[in-house]
Each structure stands twice: as C-alpha cells, then as structure tokens.
T-cell receptor, first 109, second 114 residues
Framework: EDQVTQSPEALRLQEGESSSLNCSYT??????LFWYRQDPGKGPEFLFT???AGEEKEKERLKATLTKKESFLHITAPKPEDSATYLC??????????FGKGTTLSVSS | ETGVTQTPRHLVMGMTNKKSLKCEQH?????MYWYKQSAKKPLELMFV???????ENNSVPSRFSPECPNSSHLFLHLHTLQPEDSALYLC?????????????FGEGSRLTVL
C-alpha cells in the first residue's frame, strides 16, 4: 500500500537551533514530492515541489532535499514565526496527492 | 483576491440539518478537490473534479454530495451528518488533475456537528 510517513510527530526547538524533518514514502511512479506549511485554523500553504532524487530547493530558512525513498526539510536557525505544522505529500500519475500526518514544529525564543 | 476562497469559515449544524460549503478559485485551474482534515490524521481526499466532471470519489458516504457547476466553483452539500463528520473541510485546486502538480488550498471550513 502506498504510504507517506512523517517524523517526528512533534518537534520543539529553541530559536536558532537547526534541525530536520523527515518524510519517507513508499509509492510507485513518483511524480513529485510536495511540502506545505499549515498554521492553526488555516489551509496548507505550498512551499516546495521536488521531482527527482538529488534535487534541492530553498526558501529563507528552509531547504528541502529528496532521495529515492525520503525527503528532508532542513530548518536553519529557526525563528518563532516558523512554528507551524509541516505537511509532506507525494504525487503519482492519475491520482491526487497523498499526504502524511505532518510534523508540528514549535520554536521558542 | 485570494486564490481559493471558502465560505463559510465556521459552521455548526445539527444532525438533521442541510447545509452547503462553497469554494471558488480565481487561479484559472482546471481541477478542484475536497479534502477532510481531522485531528491526528492525514488529509483525506474526498472528491476530485476535472473540467467540472467528477473523476474521483474516495468512498465518501452519500450524506456528502459534491457539485461542480463550472471549473471555478465547487460545493459540498451536507445532510444528516454524524458527530464524527466534525472536521476541517479543505477545498483545493490545481492546474491539471493527477499527482504531478501542486495543490493550492483555501482556508478551510470548520464544521461542527452536534
């Protein structure tokens, strides 16, 4: 069965303490790996799309990387405003995105 | 004008009520989606519309009835819901259907069923 697993479920960091979130997937025919940010009570906000192993994308303090089995979202020197739930999703041909449960990040000052 | 607009943002209804959720996208996309988000669960795909034709129904109970009159508007009609249907209902759109393109989400409609 196709599956997307995110870890850890929750992560608490101090401001400036860098870390990584993991998204592992077992799908056939990957067409894209997507990262979203979701604030409480709001819809997910698109961050990145990765299409092939070895690809990397950056946005401010976030960098997403992709291998054949997993993706990492690296957060460098996080700030309190980076606190949110980060969702990973994979795309396959002919079907809508499959989402993981998310990682809830809390950054304290 | 935001890309994907959902109304109402909050809805409380009894189990015997009939209500509707509305979604409008201003991105010129061809595909629209309904997702359900419950606590501690991944987003669950409910329905997919491509060029206003339903292309996917993910075994959703008949008490949820979608309607897509055109590529920009999507409705979710609700009737005789159960308390376990309480959740955040998210509408999304994409340029094309299938798994190769990113989805753009609305802010969601928080539904509480009493």
């Amino acid at each position: 069965e196709d599956q997307v697993t995110q870890s850890p479920e929750a992560l608490r960091l101090q401001e400036g303490e860098s870390s990584s979130l993991n998204c592992s997937y077992t799908v056939s025919g990957l067409r894209g790996l997507f990262w979203y940010r979701q604030d409480p009570g709001k819809g997910p906000e698109f961050l990145f799309t990765l299409y092939s192993a070895g690809e990397e994308k950056e946005k401010e303090r976030l960098k997403a990387t992709l291998t054949k089995k997993e993706s990492f979202l690296h957060i460098t020197a996080p700030k309190p405003e980076d606190s949110a739930t980060y969702l990973c999703a994979v795309g396959q041909a002919g079907t809508a995105l499959i989402f993981g449960k998310g990682t809830t990040l809390s950054v304290s000052s | 004008e935001t890309g994907v607009t959902q109304t109402p943002r909050h809805l409380v209804m009894g189990m015997t009520n009939k209500k509707s959720l509305k979604c409008e996208q201003h991105l010129g996309h061809n595909a629209m989606y309904w997702y359900k988000q419950s606590a501690k669960k991944p987003l669950e795909l409910m329905f997919v519309y491509n060029f206003k034709e339903q292309t996917e129904n993910n075994s959703v109970p008949s008490r949820f009835s979608p309607e897509c009159p055109n590529s920009s508007h999507l409705f979710l009609h609700l009737h005789t819901l159960q308390p376990e249907d309480s959740a955040l209902y998210l509408c999304a759109s994409s340029r094309n259907p299938g798994g190769g393109g990113e989805l753009f989400f609305g802010e969601g409609s928080r539904l509480t069923v009493l």
